[in-house]
């Protein structure tokens, strides 16, 4: 059967003042009453409701329930510190309204399609943001809160009881203690402060301070790789030579400027795949450098260092050192003695009388 146009919109106006309360709550930020939605994201989930105001969350692009970046998927902390900008949201009352009144014109004015403020002057991207943001939902977040009745012992609810039972987190772990002004305002978030520190271990590719190398090499191509697979560097300027190694499976591009090698080194270090493959890539070495420092021990051509293969003897120790060397005594004969004495007598041979003492007897 089908259902009248007016119907849907009904039962969907019904949905929404369900979900919503005009006026329920102060916004945690501005202290200015708005409207709070409430819902239920889905089975054995906690309910979520937004917890700041409209206004709030467009000066600074972030959602209104979990104060995340809506780009990237970050805290604020994270989105500021990647795209250089600096906070500016004052902390007293009457400048906060009346830096509220001048944002809400100036979203008023825009199309909605770009952030406002300092945010809306911005870079639009960093490779920081780009390497840490999310791109999978985050489920866990909506998860019920742990039962403190059972971390007591004293839950009767069983399987119907609506909240978690598991053991609640370290107390002294950071991330138990978390504050939304804090993360709203972009200071002292514990999240954050985990994510900058993993975004400052990641492999990075400085550049060499020789600027004479303008080369990159570029590892793990495969055996069916062309000129026209590496395509992708001449958007970054201009390219003198493509050198093409199908053994080693490799390339060398010299670029005709080091600022377009770095750009392209920037661009192209741990995100480039062709083919399927993910490509490594690397500053080449001056013929200088290779010339002087060649092969060193446990590094291998590129300048890598080779860990050790576990389970091989190690090195043998070297001989002692004798200032001169003794001659060989292969029958162990006293070194003392005589040749005189050292002569061996040999039996005669059969049918012979032996001779006297002191008589040497030629055969």
Request: hydrophobic share 30%; with cysteine.
């Amino acid at each position: 059967m089908a259902t009248s146009l007016g119907s849907n919109t009904y039962n969907r106006q019904n949905w929404e003042d369900a979900t919503k309360e005009k006026y329920g709550k102060e916004c945690k930020i501005c202290a200015r009453p708005f409207t709070v939605f409430r819902w239920c994201p889905g089975t054995r989930m906690r309910f979520k409701k937004t917890e700041v105001c409209q206004t709030c969350s467009k000066m600074k692009n972030v959602c209104q329930t979990c104060l995340l970046d809506l780009e990237y998927g970050l805290p604020i902390q994270v989105r500021d510190t990647g795209l250089s900008v600096k906070d500016e949201v004052p902390r007293s009352d009457v400048n906060k309204e009346y830096y509220t009144q001048n944002m809400e014109r100036e979203i008023a004015n825009s199309d909605g399609t770009r952030p406002v403020g300092q945010l809306g002057k911005a870079p639009s991207s960093s490779d920081m943001l780009l390497k840490l943001a999310r791109t999978t939902p985050y489920y866990k977040r909506n998860r019920p809160h742990i039962c403190s009745f059972w971390v007591k012992g004293e839950c009767k609810r069983g399987e119907e009881c609506p909240y978690r039972h598991e053991k609640p987190t370290d107390p002294d772990d950071p991330l138990a203690d978390q504050n939304i002004k804090d993360r709203y305002y972009g200071i002292n978030d514990p999240v954050a402060d985990k994510l900058l520190k993993r975004a400052s271990t990641m492999p990075r590719l400085d550049p060499p301070e020789d600027k004479s190398i303008t080369t990159l090499y570029i590892g793990g191509l495969g055996d069916t790789v062309t000129d026209g697979d590496l395509n992708h560097f001449y958007q970054f300027g201009e390219i003198r030579t493509i050198t093409i190694v199908q053994r080693q499976q490799c390339a060398f591009i010299q670029f005709a400027t080091r600022q377009s090698a770095e750009t392209a080194a920037e661009k192209s270090f741990n995100k480039l795949i062709i083919n399927g493959r993910r490509l490594t890539v690397k500053w080449g070495r001056s013929q200088a450098a290779r010339g002087k420092e060649g092969i060193k021990e446990g590094v291998s051509e590129m300048g890598t260092r080779l860990d050790p293969v576990p389970g091989l003897p190690g090195a043998l120790p070297p001989p002692p050192a004798l200032d001169e060397e003794p001659p060989a005594n292969y029958f162990n004969l006293d070194p003392s003695s005589s040749p005189a004495v050292m002569n061996i007598a040999l039996p005669p041979p059969p049918g012979i009388n032996p001779p006297p003492p002191g008589k040497i007897m030629t055969y």
